[in-house]
C-alpha cells in the first residue's frame, strides 16, 4: 500500500499526537531491529516504520507544503513491502574508515553481504538504491519467492547472515522477528496505531502524486 501526501498528518494534529506514536511505533520497531555486529544494525521495515520516518522528518525539518512532504515520500517509499518483498535499513555507526567503506561498498551492490535464510533457502539482499558513495546507512531488498514464504510461515529455521569481507556473522531470527515479517509480507501492522490504520487528510490535499522512488 503506497504513502502519500494526504496520509501525512497536518503539523498541528501530529504535535498533538507525536509522543504517543513515537512510543508505539518504537515498539512496533524493537523486533524488527537486529544488531548485527557492533558498528552495523539492520531494521526490517514495514509500512507503519516508513510512514512514521516521513511523518517525523517533516516535523523536524519543517516540511509543510504538500511538494516538501512530496519529495520526503519519494525518498522514503522504496522501503515499503511488499508482498514478496521484505526490506530493510541497514545502519553502520562507527568503526575504523576501512570498514565502512569496504561495508557500504558491499551493501551498495546487486548481490549484498547480508542474506536472510529461511529453511534451505537463501535470499541475499540487494541495494534498493545504491549511494554515489561511502554511505552510513542503505536501503536494502530481500525478494522471497514461493518456497522461502512457505518456510517462514512454517517455522523452519531461518537466520540473517553477514558475509563481508571485514565482518561475518549469523543471526538467529527470533520468534518476534519472525512474526513481525510475516505480518509484512501479509501487508498487515502489529501492534496496530490509529496513525496506521486510517488516512488522515490535509487541507488542500486532493490527488495522489505518482511516486517516483521504485
Not at 51 to 63: D, K, M, P, S, W
Not at 171 to 191: D, F, N, V
Request: with cysteine.
Amino acid at each position: 500500500m503506497s504513502i502519500l501526501t494526504r496520509h501525512i498528518l497536518a503539523e498541528a494534529d501530529y504535535a498533538r499526537v507525536r509522543d504517543a506514536e513515537r512510543r508505539a511505533l518504537s515498539r512496533h520497531r524493537a523486533p524488527r531491529r537486529i544488531a548485527l555486529h557492533e558498528h552495523c544494525a539492520l531494521l526490517f521495515e514495514s509500512r507503519w516504520t516508513v510512514l512514521g520516518q516521513i511523518q517525523e522528518v517533516c516535523h523536524v525539518e519543517g516540511r509543510r507544503t504538500e511538494a516538501k512532504i512530496q519529495r520526503e515520500i519519494d525518498e522514503y517509499s522504496c522501503l515499503i513491502p511488499r508482498p514478496d518483498t521484505l526490506t530493510a535499513t541497514l545502519t553502520v555507526h562507527g568503526g575504523t574508515p576501512e570498514f565502512g567503506a569496504t561495508l557500504s561498498a558491499e551493501a551498495g551492490a546487486e548481490r549484498g553481504p547480508l542474506v536472510l535464510q529461511l529453511g534451505p533457502h537463501f535470499q541475499p539482499s540487494r541495494a534498493l538504491r545504491p549511494p554515489p558513495g561511502p554511505d552510513a546507512v542503505h536501503y536494502l531488498a530481500f525478494d522471497l519467492g514461493p518456497a522461502s514464504k512457505a518456510a517462514l510461515y512454517a517455522g523452519a529455521p531461518a537466520w540473517i547472515h553477514l558475509r563481508s569481507a571485514v565482518a561475518a556473522t549469523q543471526i538467529p531470527i527470533s520468534p518476534a522477528l519472525r512474526l513481525a515479517l510475516e505480518h509484512t509480507l501479509h501487508r498487515s501492522e502489529a501492534p496496530a496505531s490509529p496513525h496506521n490504520q486510517q488516512p488522515h487528510q490535509r487541507p488542500h490535499h486532493d490527488h495522489a502524486r505518482r511516486q517516483t522512488c521504485t
